[in-house]
């Protein structure tokens, strides 16, 4: 089986990156990054020292619903490349685990399919998900904080 990680939308990004506003209708912050844990949602790098990023509520799901979480994630200020859909973990997936966890059709938690899993076990672990008919895709989010870090999906 053959899966990709996907990053952010560009139309999305592009328009917080102009000052639009977040999920909650704020205007994102801007910070200047200290090369320290700044995941870039939309290039899947991190963002360097210096560097200006932002902070803002996002919810990766299309309509709010009871399973619609929102949290905050980091962009670049500036704007940046997406990063190519790819099998390849992305950059930003730096830690020693993530939550990994399956969504239907509906986008709502598929219970049972969500776990804390070693980075080096994501991509065996979204395939296996994936040999389930009932997820859609998978949400990798931080361990520790339950961040958004990225999609994956099966192609």
Known sequence: MTIQFK???????RALQHGGPDVYGQTPERKISDGDGMPCRHCLKNIAAGDAY???????????????????????ADECDRAA?????????ESPDYI???YGR???IVYGSGGVIPTAAITARAEALFERDDIAYVH?????N???QCRIERV
């Open 54 to 76: 932002l902070v803002l509520a996002y919810r990766p799901f299309p309509e709010l619903q009871p399973y619609a979480e929102t949290g905050p994630i980091f962009l670049h």
């Open 106 to 108: 509906d986008n709502r």
């Open 85 to 93: 859909e790819s099998e390849v973990l992305p950059e930003i997936l």
């Open 140 to 144: 990798v989010r931080s361990a520790r």
């Open 100 to 102: 990994v966890r399956g």
């Open 146 to 148: 339950n961040c958004y």
């Open 7 to 13: 990053a952010l939308p560009t139309e999305n990004v």
